[in-house]
């Protein structure tokens, strides 16, 4: 048997890639909340793919999907601890962090269009609000598309009116808070895990969220209605514990980054489609009434959330917030 240990170890040795192989590889565990179907599931997924192979096996990327380790406060919680290395939490959900600023992400209406959004996560503004994570030990990789939201709840949404007294699931910001204010409702801040047995449950009324994740979790069984009102956008930030970043092996950070600049460009390609597709098949499946709002009532929407822009300069940063409106206007 000596002889057959020699003859396996000599053709090991001669494998190639055999001794990297042997080395257990660096493990990557990204967690999220979502389902793998949604793009920000698929675009974890992509990644993984391109790590892997672009690594030759060095890196494995463990993706863990729909809040399975853990759910949205507890994850940023892990990867500061170094529980799990990646993450794209949503845009709204940096306020935790002390990263407040990212909030503006969620002012109603600020976005015209997708084009409009790239021009800021893809220019000096995006770059700029990356930037301010590093001091929080966290490095920002880039920006993943979700979509423009829709409004749903049991009753028609759509005067602002029609919002008294709801009780509205938000994601932790408070941009969204006052926006809900604003229309008159009452926003709960709920984990995502949490929204559809809320709703089954009455605990809370209504939400909003993309018509990919109002699909994956099949909200649109717990809503009699929902409004297509495109009032707002999601969307994330890949993140990354810095000091693991930072300590990857020199030749195996560049062939990481490369596979998150084209998983980036992937999400960003098929969010679009992903979201009309959702929303194609929950009309056709006639669980919720849709309502396109006439050009009176989105005016209506429009006048009643606009204060929000200068009230909201306190928290997210009134320099950012025109800076925004001057790169998109
Ligand atoms: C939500 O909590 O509604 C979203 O941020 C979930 C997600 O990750 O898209």
């Not at 000596?2 to 042997?22: D, E, F, H, K, R």
């Not at 565990?29 to 949604?38: L, Q």
């Not at 893809?122 to 590093?134: M, T």
């Not at 604003?182 to 047995?197: D, H, I, K």
């Amino acid at each position: 048997w000596l002889m057959a240990l020699a003859i396996g170890v000599s053709s090991l040795a001669l494998t190639p890639g055999g001794a990297a192989a042997q080395q257990s590889p660096i493990i990557i565990k990204f967690s999220h909340v979502v389902t793998p179907d949604t793009p920000k599931g698929k675009g974890a997924e992509k990644f993984k793919e391109l790590a892997e192979a672009r690594s030759g096996g060095k890196v494995k990327v463990e993706v863990y999907p729909n809040s399975q380790l853990y759910k949205d406060k507890e994850e940023i919680e892990a990867l500061q601890l170094g529980a799990v290395q990646m993450l794209a939490p949503a845009l709204s959900k940096f306020g935790p962090l002390g990263a407040k600023e990212f909030e503006v992400f969620d002012l109603p209406y600020i976005f015209p269009n997708t084009e409009a959004l790239r021009k800021v996560t893809e220019g000096p503004i995006g770059r700029s609000l990356l930037k301010k994570l590093e001091s929080k030990g966290i490095i920002g990789l880039g920006y993943w598309d979700n979509g423009f939201k829709l409004m749903s709840a049991n009753r028609p949404l759509l005067v602002p009116a029609d919002f008294k007294g709801l009780k509205m699931r938000i994601q932790s910001s408070k941009v969204l808070e006052a926006q809900f204010r604003a229309l008159g409702a009452l926003p709960q801040v709920m984990a995502f895990s949490e929204v559809y047995q809320a709703m089954q449950t009455g605990v809370v009324d209504g939400t909003e969220n993309t018509p990919s994740n109002q699909m994956t979790q099949k909200i649109d069984e717990v809503q009699k209605h929902t409004t297509l009102s495109n009032h707002g956008y999601i969307g994330y930030v890949v993140i990354v514990n810095k000091t693991f970043w930072e300590g990857l092996p020199t030749d195996l950070r560049p062939i990481l980054e490369g596979a998150m600049r084209d998983a980036t460009a992937y999400v960003n390609q098929i969010a679009q489609t992903d979201n009309a597709n959702a929303l194609a098949a929950m009309k056709a499946s006639g669980k919720s009434t849709y309502h396109t709002l006439t050009p009176e009532q989105e005016a209506a929407w429009r006048k009643a959330l606009a204060p929000m822009h200068a009230d909201m300069g306190q928290r997210v940063g009134r320099d950012l917030i025109e800076a925004i409106h001057k790169e998109t206007g």
